[in-house]
């Protein structure tokens, strides 16, 4: 059976459109789309993890026409994006507004096609689309901090995405292409000035949407603002998506030594600032947001390792994604009450905290081990040590807020379930042999 | 200190996209000779770059006459879905938050006699010219977007007018619905009845006739009434904040 890769964001689009003809059923309905979606997700895993690289055309083959590149990286995160927007919806049940289903269907559609699209200018229409959702639906909670945050983060996106605009004509006025791998197969004929000024535009304008210092002014507001299930569906959708561009932008386009650098010390500087500015927070909504753009850094240093240690990189990348998308996405959703009754939250709270630590077997154990295995390859010993020490307050700072959360009263039944089974994921992407195969196809440089 | 911090960014902003552009205009000559594209599926490279190939070959490959419309609808048509469901995603936004907001109030001094009956002159005439612009957008400059703005702004003449003009949002959003749905359909059949989303399945016709260029004008017709819709509830959404 072929899978068409263009129905990830075909059909939310598609059932976007039709929810305002059927508002009476569009919760049930917005439900058995995410579920279609997740299952079609899947497909693509397994398509991509038997076949390699896979390529979907669209009206016309590129470069004159669009096509859909499907990496190992991408169709895991397609994977995540559509399975925990899936069960995530599970925690915003209570939202009635067909509008809100709009959105959420709409985010989910937009995060999905940055990460699978094969074409820079695309992917710049499915950030409009997916940041244009997120402003909506971090204000649906109407409350004036969420205003206020959502103020913030349309002020920054919008900025952002013009930078984005300007970096892609910019490269359009050189190679005269859109298509990521035709710019790529000739980027060494650019102008070495334009090269570098695009460069720059892109890392900026998506670096608003990755979290990355210091472009993140909006990220403490926005998560405090929003409500308990948005801000677990920033954590797994927009910013992952972000960071995945960057890592095509800067593995697939522009691979050279300098700026691997630049794209390792902005994200220890990430790294540092979000741990250390967690460390200091006593609202657990703000910590966790810190904690987010800390481990974002920590990403961006496992992609910028790619020169010498392809080998780690990848992987390193792959399971730190995993783990901190259902990690931080079920601890946002305990975050809507904080308190560890049941044994399921417990669970749930304690295996994701474990994951963000890092402790073995869970998938955020394997990613750090790959991290220091790829920065010892490089000999990149300060990194190594800057890394260490963000960890051990990583440490400090989540087992205060575990001795905090732990008392007797229990969460909403639609809050805890959706959150231990999102942490099961880090547990599972830990154990299952097969991730570790998937972990090491490297498809991200091409075929 | 952050007013001046914010003039010097702007400045720096500036000073490098002008530096850039002014790269790209010197180095001009110099770019003429690496105007070959490489296909990236099949590494095989054909001696023309990607605006050449759009200006020479459209009329052929789309049988549209007018280039623009043949890039925003088939080429890159993927992209135009994106930037309708954009539109849709912020007017949908607008429409969410500020429903709490709802209240008509009677109130407001008529407009006078020479706009309100002016207007009634106007309307048919820019609903007609809206429709005619997108309804040609593959054989004249225009198509979905302007077309669909036309249109809208003849609604807004109407607001403007007469304060009590009220439109039926559910009427404007279920015909948004269906453009929509339109849009993504024409694509999903491009899938079945052909190989690829969005492939020009329709017999292309006569070049240069009304009926021709396949599905162009059908996913332009969608895109003005999208558009239109659109636009039209953003309109009311905001007055009735206003009010």
Redesign the interface.
């Known amino acids: 059976m072929v899978v068409?890769a263009?129905l990830l964001i075909?059909i939310p689009?598609?059932s976007?459109?039709?929810?305002?003809?059927i508002r009476k059923i569009s919760k049930w309905f917005t439900i058995s789309i995410l579920t279609l979606n997740s299952i079609f997700s899947i497909l693509v895993l397994f398509e991509v993890y038997n076949k390699g690289m896979i390529?979907?055309?669209?009206?016309?083959?590129?470069?004159?026409?669009?096509?859909l590149?499907i990496d190992n990286l991408s169709a895991l995160l397609a994977l995540i994006i559509n399975v925990f927007g899936a069960i995530n919806f599970v925690s915003t049940l209570k939202e009635k507004?067909f509008?809100?289903h709009?959105?959420y269907l709409?985010a989910i559609?937009?995060s999905t096609?940055i990460v699978i699209t094969?074409d820079i200018?695309?992917m710049f229409?499915?950030f409009?689309?997916t940041a244009?959702?997120s402003?909506?639906l971090v204000?649906?909670k109407?409350s004036e901090k969420a205003v206020e945050g959502a103020i913030k983060y349309m002020i920054l996106g919008s900025l952002g995405s013009t930078f984005i605009l300007?970096g892609i004509a910019?490269i359009y006025?050189?190679m005269?292409?859109?298509?990521i791998?035709?710019i790529a197969?000739?980027i060494s004929?650019m102008?070495e000035?334009?090269k570098w000024?695009?460069f720059?535009f892109l890392l900026t304008g998506i670096g608003v949407e990755a979290e990355l210092f210091p472009l993140n002014g909006w990220v403490p507001d926005v998560y405090e603002g929003a409500s308990s299930g948005i801000a677990s569906l920033l954590s797994f959708g927009p910013s992952k998506a972000a960071i995945y561009a960057i890592a095509r932008l800067l593995i697939v386009i522009f691979p050279s030594m300098h700026t691997y650098e630049i794209a390792l010390w902005i994200g220890v500087a990430t790294l540092l600032m979000g741990e250390i500015a967690a460390f200091m927070q006593t609202d657990a909504k703000r910590m966790l947001a810190y904690s987010s753009i800390g481990q974002m850094g920590l990403i961006l240093i496992a992609f910028s390792l790619v020169s010498q240690g392809i080998r780690y990189s990848i992987p390193a990348s792959f399971f730190l994604i995993v783990s901190h998308a259902s990690a931080k996405s079920s601890l946002f959703l305990l975050s809507h009450k904080n308190k560890m009754g049941s044994a399921l939250t417990k669970y749930g709270g304690i295996t994701a905290v474990l994951s963000l630590i890092g402790m073995p077997p869970l998938a955020g154990f394997w990613g750090k081990w790959y991290l220091f295995l790829g920065a010892a390859s490089e000999k990149l010993w300060l990194v190594i040590i800057l890394i260490f020490f963000s960890g051990i307050i990583e440490a400090a700072y989540f087992a205060r807020y575990l001795h905090r959360s732990i008392g007797e009263e229990k969460m909403e039944a639609s809050y805890a379930y959706p959150m231990a089974v999102l942490s099961t994921f880090s547990l599972a992407f830990g154990l299952l042999p097969f991730i570790y195969k998937m972990a090491n196809m490297h498809l991200l440089g091409g075929v | 200190m952050r007013k001046q911090a914010s003039v010097v960014i702007t400045v720096i902003f500036f000073l490098s996209l002008t530096f850039a552009f002014y790269q790209i205009s010197s180095s001009y000559n110099y770019m003429e000779n690496k105007y070959d594209y490489t296909n990236p599926i099949n590494e095989s490279s054909a001696n023309e770059s990607v605006p050449q190939h759009y200006i020479k070959d459209t009329k052929n490959e789309t049988g549209a006459i007018n280039v623009v419309t043949a890039i925003v609808v088939e080429y890159r048509g993927f992209d135009t879905l994106g930037e309708v469901t954009v539109l849709f995603t912020a007017a949908t936004g607008v429409g969410f938050l500020l429903y709490n907001l709802y209240s008509r109030k009677k109130n407001k001094r008529e407009a006078n006699l020479i706009l309100r009956e002016g207007s009634k002159i106007v309307l048919p005439f820019a609903l007609l010219t809206g429709a005619y612009i997108f309804i040609h957008g593959h054989l004249t400059p225009g198509g979905g977007f302007p077309g669909g703005s036309v249109i809208a702004s003849g609604f807004l003449l109407m607001m403007l007018s007469y304060p009590k003009f009220f439109m039926n949002e559910k009427r404007l959003s279920v015909l948004e619905s269906l453009a929509g749905i339109t849009f993504v359909l024409i694509g999903l059949f491009g899938l079945i009845f052909a190989t690829y989303f969005l492939q020009n399945y329709l017999n292309l016709g006569n070049v240069g006739y009304l009926i021709s260029a396949g599905i162009i004008p059908l996913i332009y017709i969608a895109v003005g009434f999208k558009v239109g819709s659109e636009l039209a509830s953003v309109i009311q959404n905001l007055k009735e904040v206003q009010e």
């Open positions: 068409h263009v075909a689009l598609l976007a459109f039709l929810i305002p003809l390529y979907e055309i669209i009206a016309f083959s590129p470069p004159v026409g669009i096509y590149a507004s509008k809100f709009m959105l709409l559609a937009g096609g094969g200018f695309n229409v499915f409009e689309i244009v959702a402003y909506a204000a649906s109407k300007m910019l006025s050189q005269k292409s859109l298509n791998y035709d197969n000739r004929m102008n000035n334009i000024i695009s720059a």
